[in-house]
């Protein structure tokens, strides 16, 4: 073979070898974290105390939870975020999950008009990698919360 042919081939070898690496990375060995919102109303049912949100790992390997946003999605893939401030006397991050581990963040009722403005929630891993609740779950919060401040104000 001659020298081109031969740098080629290496070359050819080499980028798909990153490419495998990276198709690897990114995709089987990413982390996976299920995030859950709901709302926590005190005995009574006339109070909302706070908004919960379960953060639980499904990666194989452990995962490092940084900090919890909110977030408006804008078009265009750009993000608006804002650093939820938690309730006193949390420690719930940052911390390190392995599999099937539960985090439990709390933050109170002053937020919930920065919940209203934002719109989600969303985990960041030690990655820069966002983790949001299903669209399903933040809207059925969204209206559990419209529903509960009419029949209070009413």
């Known amino acids: 073979m001659s020298l081109p042919i031969s ?41 909302v105390n706070c908004l919960v949100l379960e953060i639980v790992s499904m990666s194989k390997h452990p995962v490092m939870v940084d900090r919890v946003l909110f977030l408006k999605l804008r078009p265009f893939r750009r993000v608006e975020s804002k650093e939820i401030k938690l309730l006193p006397g ?5 911390k390190p999950l392995v599999f099937g581990e539960k985090s439990i963040c709390k933050f109170g009722f002053d937020q919930l008009q920065d919940f209203e403005r934002y719109g989600t929630v969303g985990v960041v891993d030690t990655f820069n990698v966002m983790h949001r609740p299903s669209k399903l779950n933040v809207y059925k919060i969204r209206l559990r919360l419209k529903r509960f401040f009419k029949e209070v104000n009413c």
């Open 90 to 94: 949390q420690t719930c991050l940052p």
């Open 7 to 47: 740098i080629s081939v290496i070359s050819i070898s080499i980028s798909a070898f990153a490419l495998g690496w990276n198709i690897y990375r990114d995709v089987i060995v990413r982390n996976r974290l299920r995030v859950y919102l709901r709302i926590k109303i005190n005995g009574s049912g006339n109070s």
